[in-house]
């Protein structure tokens, strides 16, 4: 194995080099496909939160301020910054600027994996399936703060790693600990909710490594400082968490209000399983059916279950004598894989207790795929050394985990983007019902508008209106009215309603109020001369 010293300099160009030329082609087909209309309910939200601090003239706004984020200020404020420095809008920011921070996330991805491995080799191709995660790319390309957030994660995960590296040269690891909390302050700063799950997971790291420790029956002795340091770690961390709750950027105090009534939820479906729906029933409706939805995911549960195995087998060496052992970041990535394992399958009961949203799995797991990625690349790479000696097989090997990335880099993509040819359910919109909603603001009263059976032109007009109480709200998410009082109609809305079988609002009784040839827009008759 090459250690991260030793690694060629070669290798080093010419990975990284792969890696951009990799998630460039991703980010080109998300451009090129939708043409900047690329449009979901996060998306939608953050653009209106933004546009609020710009209206506001500050990233921390007051109370007063509609809609306002109550999980940090860090994406708010960054934007704010690049929209006075650029000139640019925030809608060409998100559309068009926000999805090359792809680009250095996989660059950053690379260093990482190669710290927590100890293997170029590993971290590369840890670096490739990474992106091969459809819920961790579908979150990093939409205009959330999710991708700036993954890369500092990834850079505290970074920090931390190097600083146990050097931590027998007190001023290099002195460095690299004041960046991992300047990198973890942004964090918090940035979101609350992802600087916690970190903080959490370093916490039950140090308490999962001191049980490891005494059921081995050894004291804690010269070995085990590197578990004794995540202590300090986690307090450290927690209290600048606090700083920014309670200090920093007050609205997150909100979170803290919910605790009490969070905790008691869960504790009922523990002790009750009285769940009221299955938050995960609707995920694979989006899709013709489930098998095409389990197949675009089916890498997500691939390398799950390698890195499962991997752990599984390092727990047993462990348990026969390696623990004392193992170098730092051995036992380090073991411990935070645990930890963050744990947090998603609390997550999972936070969910069907119906707590946060019901989505908090959805925002762990990314997260926890940091360490499983690694683990699992790390195995693969083993069993490709283990071949070496078998060059037919090691050829063979090599073309599968080629292949292996072409086709679910492709199925990644695709359930990524809901792209459309396949998912039921669409996040863009077309050129001529951007139009014909601009058309609708000047040209009929305010009120409902019906153009779609769920949010897909309320999140487009979310995107593209400024942050007031009206935004959103002519198109509700409902299924045709019997008579709805306005009907958009456009080709987009016809071909997806056709497809799912569903009827479209009865027209006779309507006049028609507009037409660029792609969309139509009716209106009800008048019933009585006083109506317009």
């Not at 506001?56 to 706004?61: D, F, H, K, T, V």
């Not at 950053?108 to 459809?134: K, S």
């Not at 050097?166 to 302050?185: D, G, P, S, T, W």
């Not at 549960?301 to 004598?321: E, K, M, P, Y």
């Amino acid at each position: 194995m090459t250690s991260v010293g030793e690694a060629p300099a070669a290798g080093l160009r010419r990975y990284p080099l792969a890696l951009v030329l990799y998630s460039v082609a991703i980010v080109a087909y998300l451009l090129l496909r939708f043409r900047g209309h690329y449009v979901e309910q996060d998306t939608a939200e953050m653009t209106q939160l933004i546009q609020a601090v710009v209206a506001y003239g500050s990233a921390i706004p007051s109370a007063a301020v509609h809609p306002l984020y109550p999980f940090g200020f860090g994406f708010q404020a960054v934007n704010l910054y690049l929209m006075r420095l650029s000139g640019a809008g925030i809608q060409t920011l998100q559309a068009w600027v926000w999805p090359f921070l792809v680009v250095g996330l996989a660059l950053i991805a690379f260093l990482t994996f190669r710290e927590v491995t100890g293997d170029d080799r590993a971290a590369a191709l840890g670096g490739f399936l990474l992106f091969m995660q459809p819920d961790f790319l579908f979150t990093a390309l939409r205009g959330s703060h999710e991708k700036m957030t993954y890369c500092m994660l990834l850079v505290a995960v970074l920090l931390l790693f190097r600083s146990y590296r050097y931590r027998h040269r007190l001023l290099v690891f002195a460095a690299y600990v004041a960046l991992f909390y300047l990198i973890m302050f942004g964090v918090v700063c940035t979101n609350s909710a992802f600087g916690s799950s970190l903080i959490i997971a370093l916490s039950v790291s140090f308490f999962g490594g001191t049980l490891v420790s005494r059921l081995l029956g050894r004291e804690a002795g010269a070995g085990d400082r590197g578990v004794i340091r995540l202590a300090y770690v986690s307090f450290s961390s927690f209290l600048l968490l606090m700083c920014e709750l309670l200090y920093f950027y007050a609205p997150s105090l909100g979170i803290l209000a919910q605790l009490p009534s969070a905790i008691d939820r869960v504790v009922a479906f523990a002790f009750n399983f009285d769940v009221g729906g299955n938050p995960y029933a609707s995920v694979p409706l989006g899709w013709p059916n489930a098998g095409v939805y389990f197949l675009l995911t089916s890498f997500t549960w691939l390398i799950l279950a390698t890195s499962v195995i991997s752990w599984c087998a390092r727990t047993v060496r462990f348990f026969r004598g390696d623990w004392p052992t193992a170098p730092d970041h051995v036992r380090l990535c073991w411990l935070l894989y645990a930890g963050l394992a744990l947090q998603v399958g609390v997550g999972i009961a936070v969910d069907f207790a119906g707590v946060l949203g019901a989505n908090l799995q959805l925002r762990l797991f990314p997260v926890f795929m940091f360490l499983a990625i690694p683990t699992g690349s790390s195995a693969i790479v083993h069993l490709l050394d283990r071949a070496a000696g078998r060059p037919f097989l090691r050829q063979g090997l090599r073309v599968g985990v080629a292949l292996t990335t072409v086709v679910f880099t492709a199925f990644s993509v695709l359930k990524a983007t809901n792209e459309p040819l396949l998912s039921n359910k669409w996040t863009f919109y077309s050129t001529a019902e951007a139009q014909a909603m601009d058309w609708l603001a000047v040209g009929v009263p305010p009120g409902g508008v019906w153009s779609d059976v769920d949010e897909r032109l309320r999140e487009a007009d979310l995107f593209r209106s400024p942050p007031t109480e009206a935004a959103g709200l002519r198109y509700p998410t409902l299924l045709p009215p019997e008579q709805p009082d306005v009907v958009m109609l456009s080709r987009l809305t016809r071909e997806r309603m056709a497809r799912l079988n569903m009827p479209l609002p009865d027209l006779p009784d309507m006049n028609e109020l507009y037409d660029n040839g792609d969309v139509q827009i009716y209106r009800k008759l008048p019933q009585t001369p006083l109506q317009r």
